[in-house]
């Protein structure tokens, strides 16, 4: 070896270093987290570099990397619904009712905190439950601009597809709505609701998966008033 080798490795080398076995399962799943955070803030102005990183900026969770959070899921019109542990979700997990591929699409709230978005501390993920009562996340539709708990519709996440398994449109309201519809092909459609059980003014709301291209979205009070827009529209991504 010349002496610039010697010194290399000298220098790559510190006293008394030991070789260790690389655990990849563990920098795998720990790489699917990271990329699961980064996900949460796309669309926030200061995290365009993020954005450009990821595919197309689109906030889809790494299916390969499921996340333990407990406990079984709830029904939307359950009366009573038992409280979850949060272990990553924030009170009580809804079911849609839309499967595809055999698997029901669930939404439930996870805590963001973010300096990027500082006014955003929640988003509602779409996911679904292995048999053994682990969640997947899939897509998470959180507030870019503004307070995320302001009046109005907010982070529609529009239909797409996510492992070849088809995603209903989604996102969350807040403010009395008792009725939440949508245009889609020269059609009114009505969305499904579940109040948030951790703050009963937001309203996570969903559509059939057969339903696409929806725009439009008004939010009705029980009088059957129009309640303020909010961010109206849905993106994909």
Same mark, same amino acid.
């Given at each position: ?6 010194? !290399?490795?000298?220098? $790559? ?5 030991? =070789? +260790? @076995?690389? *655990?990849?399962? #563990?920098v795998?799943?720990?790489?699917g ?10 669309g ?53 009712? !839309?499967?595809?591929? $055999? ?5 439930? =709230? +996870? @805590?963001? *905190?973010?300096? #990027? ?39 529609v996440?529009g ?79």
């Open positions: 070896m010349t002496n610039l080798d010697d010194l !290399v490795d000298a220098m $790559g080398s510190p006293p008394d270093f030991a =070789a +260790q @076995p690389v *655990d990849l399962l #563990a795998m799943a720990a790489g987290r990271i990329r699961r955070r980064r996900r949460v803030v796309v926030a102005g200061c995290a365009l570099a993020v954005a450009a990183l990821l595919v197309g900026g689109a906030q889809v969770a790494d299916w390969a990397a499921p996340a333990d959070r407990g406990g079984p899921a709830q029904t939307a019109d359950q009366p009573t619904p038992t409280p979850t542990p949060s272990n990553g979700v924030l009170g009580d997990i809804v079911h849609t009712g !839309v499967k595809s591929k $055999g698997a029901e699409w669930l939404l439930y =709230a +996870q @805590p963001i *905190d973010d300096k #990027a978005i500082p006014e955003t501390d929640f988003g509602i993920m779409l996911g679904r439950q292995t048999a053994d009562g682990k969640l997947i996340d899939g897509v998470m539709a959180n507030e870019a601009e503004g307070s995320a708990r302001s009046s109005g519709f907010h982070a996440e239909a797409m597809e996510i492992d070849g398994r088809k995603t209903p449109t989604f996102g969350y309201y807040v403010g009395p709505a008792r009725k939440i519809t949508g245009q889609a092909h020269g059609k009114t459609v009505t969305a499904h609701q579940a109040t948030w059980s951790e703050d009963p003014s937001v309203q996570i709301f969903w559509f059939s998966t057969s339903t696409s291209g929806i725009t439009k979205l008004t939010a009705l009070d029980k009088d059957g008033k129009r309640l303020p827009a909010g961010h109206n529209s849905a993106g994909v991504g």
